[in-house]
């Protein structure tokens, strides 16, 4: 036991702090020493011989690194703490995603709790990963942003889209998503046998994130439409995303460039031709998983997969942590 | 609209309360003049044109009867309210199933709130439909009650069960059964895919509805054991029940027994023998469905459905109400 | 029983069958003669007292007026031989909904098998309630067509739509959309946990079918851009409409717009501002609903559901029905 | 990759063999070397870079073990083949499980096609893991009859039972149990919103597997009666049974014998009292998980519960392979 890196989860039974807990369970350079949770305090911890402690027990001067699966506004003191104890931190709320305390006030209605935090690495690999790579805190995306991003991705890097033209994001997860304390949304009753759009337009709390990190792609693009459903399954998430390219490109030749740009990632599936994207690629798995439509010339369609609690959240964070430590990238993950 | 019955639906937004107001709304001799709901007072009543009144607002003087939908202990003040105002009055919870205080007070871990309104006629037509003619209180069964009893009626009338032989009864219910109110146990991420049983034994509340009926028909039969389970669907409750026969009885003549019983009754449907019941026969109905096994001469087999919104709560509550009135027994219920 | 039309079923045993058969049953003016079912001749029709028939043995000479649904191809020969022998024909399949045989050709791969019939009324009453009144011989729209196009008629017929500007359609629906045969994507295992795009882009049939009746009412609309998703319930459809306006109009307004359009249709319901069309609102009914959201001033996105079997197909067709007989619309169908 | 064992999978692509495959491909002492399929030759071997192969093209000259995931009738000829080739083999079909070829005709209603491998070792390791170890060919237990006996398997063997008292097993499975054939009663829209038991009372083919390892244990234990259910989920297997004991036992004292009995098993997990087993607790696992309920002193109700593809299939495949290569007996399988 004495090389494995000591690890704890803050918020570890909520439904990405259990993925969180069942991938570092089975992480291989990982000795998981506590997991904490208000509600479920004394119960075991699925996969480990733990029980969960109430955050205040946690001692972080026993870990090596923290991941965070907080609610936000819970979570930055925490990361703010980590720091100071020179632990290191993946923070998997909302808390530190956004750059500054301005973008923060508006989507969450709240002061910063720490603006001396930020900014932080936005803790998607495939967009940065050489600025997560030794980065003490990261600040791991949602599974919206996540999945949309991914799917955006090599258009945006190389200028493809027609600029000012909206991006029109048609996004459905999995009720987890919603996270584990009971409402009145995520009752069985309500859900069976439905489907449901919410917060449609551009008041998704993850509009703002998802635009932030369009803008330093392409600051020409245009606005993000975006309307998110409820979709009746435990988990996955699907964004199915429509757009316009410029005149010089071609929708038919965006296989090639999806296949290229992802061609040495690990977590990124783009799928051949004509086969589609759906859930079962990627549900329980840490992946992603892309399909392309050219519709006409200039339209094309984007079909993007994730589990939105592994690459959409804890398999995500688990992939910015092995970066963190200097580990390879996909331990503990395929 | 001068000759329909003014009616009345207490917790009309529960499950069994909305299931309540749907049929009422489309019973032909019925005017529906109130629902009430704590919770969502102020919203549409699905339906009608009405909205939800707080219960202290709904004025028992505007109606000929009501239907009490409410939980335990919140319900028998409103029933004894209801006969002192003169209107009849089908109570769909638990308050007044049981025939004494004591095994009230022994079931419910609780004192009687009224224990002057006991007994009171148990609203299962099939069994007493006499007694619930020109009544002016109804006790409404409850969903696993209901569905047992139907299952088990011909073999208790009849004296076909073993003496002192266990009556086994595994039981599964749809979702809808825990209630309208959000729970840890009713999160649509703990149901999906899953199949659990919880009060299993003898401890589930139903147990001593179930024993106090059966003992009624068939004094000697043995005891109850019976399992509920929780079902991964919205709605549909099942009865298996397992009995063995007396000796001068065979298994195989079980279902002209039951075709005989149940021949006359417009709301049981006996299969045809090697037909199994399935929740599909009768969700969304008002009907229960039996179907028979003859295992081996003394064993037989019964599989017992209804809805348990419907035959199960409100659909069995509006059959007794049309018995009281005096109107066709199926009214608003084909 | 003298008083009422006599009518017969084909293909009464498939999904949409089913429902046209229990809408029909329930039906004040209507005596089902026959059903027919090449699979499930001999095997009773629920909700009547009727077998199903092979389709070779049904008899024109005793009713009044058919349904079709009957696969395509199979179904225009017996619309053919209906209008011979001067019966009311609603055909439910794609045979007769496109107005030219190469039309057909083009999407069905396959000469049309009776080209004198075409063109027929296009059976969707809000389009078109003066050509389906009297007619004999009517082509019910598909599933699609039908929730698509009512999400966008008032801004078609109004002229609303910036002109080329594409019309993105992320459409979602039910299992039994895909009919009853058994095929490996119907699979329970396949589709329960999964979600999944299919024919994406502007290959699916209904392509042909949307833009023949969107370019009627507006022949500057820009392509339609059409994506279906196989959704894990078993009925229901949603559209998920994104458009963009013509400068002088404003996405705001498109409330006012959409209420006015359909103030007096009866089985047309536009929710108030803020609530959003899901699902529920509609399954086992014969309505439409619509919910609008203004995302900018010039790009407005519309949520339009149907159950796929009563609106989107058998409901309507009973409702093109009760045109074509001079009944009031929504008889049986309320 | 020297070190090791070349594994081939007959009927790769079916459920059992999707998951045989699975757990092969991250075995880590295995190299898979074919996995066949009639309907999906030429498809890509998920996990793996393998392509599915004919049966007819796999060479059991390349490999030291098979797994046979084929119907019955169909894996016989193939273990035949493999004994005389000196490859290990573990049979997943019912060709092997009946000891003698007339109790096979019994049940399967068909001549047994090799009658000279009969018997064969029963793959069930709490049972018999001395037979397993150094075996050449295993017939590997099915579903309902693994779960069915490790929920029984103390109370036999310690001789609880009263002789003659039937055994009631009321058992439920997820749709996979039925195969990946499309088939009318496994279309999503069939099963979804379902439950509905077949091949009720003693006529599932199960029954005669169950009975033969029961009354190896206790001869003088009653007859079964075995009631199995459709669940509308995709993986899980309950058997919720209900037995009488002998006068000088008590039920309250199962739960020690029990405990005992299996503790030092590595893949069947005794819970604590009060807990109730579900499926949640071993969907995707290799383990079975078990509850007990004393009813009263002498009826005992257990839950034992099972993934019916990997514990109830293939994780007991691989389990006794490992055993038959004096592997550690759960390798591949935590």
């Known amino acids: 036991m004495t090389d494995k890196i000591k690890v704890g989860v803050y918020g570890g039974s909520g439904y990405a702090g259990q993925d969180a807990v069942e991938i570092l369970a089975h992480h291989p350079n990982v000795e998981l020493v506590f997991a904490t949770s208000s509600t479920y305090a004394g119960d075991p911890v699925p ?38 104890a ?21 989507w969450y209605a709240h002061e910063h709790p720490h603006p001396e935090l930020l900014p932080v690495p936005y803790g998607l690999p495939e967009f940065n990963r050489d600025q997560i790579k030794g980065a003490d805190l990261i600040a791991a995306p949602g599974c919206y942003p996540t999945t949309t991003l ?57 509009v703002g994130e998802i635009e932030q ?24 998430l699907m964004s199915s995303i429509y757009v316009t390219l410029k005149d010089n490109y071609r929708s038919a030749d965006a296989q090639a460039l999806y296949q290229d740009t992802y061609h040495d990632e690990p977590l ?23 399909s392309l439509t050219p519709v006409s010339d200039r339209y094309l369609h ?33």
């Open 213 to 236: 990190e369009i803008f330093k792609l392409d600051p020409q693009a245009g606005l993000l439409i975006f309307t998110p459903h409820l979709l009746p399954v435990d988990r996955g």
């Open 47 to 84: 996969f480990t011989s733990l029980r969960y402690i109430p955050h205040a027990e946690a001692d972080l001067s026993t870990v090596q690194a923290v991941f965070l699966a907080l609610p936000h506004l819970a979570s930055a003191p925490v990361a703010a703490r980590a720091r100071a």
């Open 268 to 290: 990124v599936k783009v799928l051949p031709p004509k086969q589609q994207a759906t859930l079962k690629h990627v549900v329980k798995t840490n992946r992603a998983a892309i």
């Open 150 to 206: 991914l799917g955006l991705y090599p258009l945006l890097k190389n200028g493809w889209l027609l600029p000012g033209s909206p991006i029109i994001v048609d996004a459905k997860s999995g009720v987890s998503g919603a996270g584990r304390e009971p409402k009145p949304n995520t009752h069985f009753v309500e859900v069976y046998g439905n489907f449901s759009p919410y917060n449609p337009g551009r008041v998704h709390r993850h």
């Open 86 to 106: 020179g632990v290191k931190c993946v923070d998997l709320s909302a808390d530190l995603r956004l750059d500054t305390p301005e973008r923060f006030a508006k």
């Open 302 to 334: 984007i079909t993007s997969v994730t589990d939105n609690l592994r690459k959409g959240a804890s398999g995500q964070a688990v992939q910015c942590f092995n970066l963190m430590m200097g580990l390879p990238e996909t331990t503990g993950l395929l």
